[in-house]
């Protein structure tokens, strides 16, 4: 069993700046994949980024290309999703989930969520 917490959401003017944590504990991560999604009010999940917890591979969604990255520190057992230029579009309920999987960047791919943290984007 893994247990996923995040944690990091608030709310931020457009162009500024979030990062998120998602503590995982429980059983070895390797080779699980880590990701983070969001869903928006009215919207369907999406993905947003993903990494190999042990090699440190990523997967980035257009969407969020070259604004956000997802990282990992596997002493503290903890990924982050670093996201900056934020935009009101980036306003959303973000997720965290692992993977039983080397990588994965469909919900259905995933095992575990964590209860999501909220990220609110002013204009």
């Known amino acids: 069993q893994v247990q996923l917490v995040e944690s990091g959401g608030g709310l931020v003017q457009a162009g500024g700046s979030l990062r998120l944590s998602c503590a995982a504990s429980?059983?070895?991560?390797?080779?699980?994949?880590m990701g983070w999604f969001r869903q928006a009010p009215g919207k369907e999940r999406e993905f947003v980024a993903a990494?190999?917890?042990?090699?440190?591979?990523?997967y980035t969604a257009d969407s969020v290309k070259g604004r956000f990255t997802i990282s990992r520190d596997n002493a503290k057992n903890t990924v982050y999703l670093q996201m900056n230029s934020l935009k009101p579009e980036d306003t959303a309920v973000y997720y965290c989930?692992?993977?039983?999987?080397?990588?994965?960047?469909?919900?259905?791919?995933?095992?575990?969520w964590g209860q999501g943290t909220r990220v609110t984007v002013s204009s």
């Open positions: 429980g059983r070895t991560f390797s080779p699980y994949a």
């Open positions: 989930a692992a993977a039983g999987r080397p990588i994965a960047t469909r919900g259905y791919e995933y095992d575990y």
């Open positions: 990494i190999n917890w042990s090699i440190g591979i990523t």
